[in-house]
Nanobody, 127 residues
Framework: QVQLVESGGGLVQAGGSLRLSCAASGGTLRTYFMGWFRQAPGKEREFVAA????????NYADSVKGRFTVSRDNTKNTVYPQMSSLKPEDTAVYYCARARQSTPFGALVTEGSYDSWGQGTQVTVSS
């Protein structure tokens, strides 16, 4: 059973940047699509971004498009979102997830497309 561990969260001022990491153990990420979700206090978990196994194709929520960039290093079994121009509304717990095999790219926005989740890392953006 693969285990996903996020890191890199913290407190940052509005306009700042953070890079999160999602590392896997006990399994590979190389041939899997990956996604990032977030959950703000009192809100449902929402899709943030996703990428294919090669990283060649990506998809972003409108709320982060142009500010967040997801990438991966398959040699390190790790996925990264680079988050820039952060806003207070980006404050949330951020989760990485590994998609089920054969998940269509268009289905990556849906939580049900993923079968392995990390424990989350807190990102707090102060105004």
């Amino acid at each position: 059973q693969v285990q996903l561990v996020e890191s890199g969260g913290g407190l940052v001022q509005a306009g700042g940047s953070l890079r999160l990491s999602c590392a896997a153990s006990g399994g590979t990420l190389r041939t899997y699509f990956m996604g990032w979700f977030r959950q703000a206090p009192g809100k449902e978990r929402e899709f943030v971004a996703a990428l294919t196994w090669s990283g060649a194709n990506t998809n972003y929520a409108d709320s982060v498009k142009g500010r967040f960039t997801v990438s991966r290093d398959n040699t390190k079994n790790t996925v990264y979102p680079q988050m820039s121009s952060l806003k207070p509304e980006d404050t949330a717990v951020y989760y990485c997830a590994r998609a089920r095999q054969s998940t269509p790219f268009g289905a990556l926005v849906t939580e049900g497309s993923y079968d392995s989740w990390g424990q989350g890392t807190q990102v707090t953006v102060s105004s």
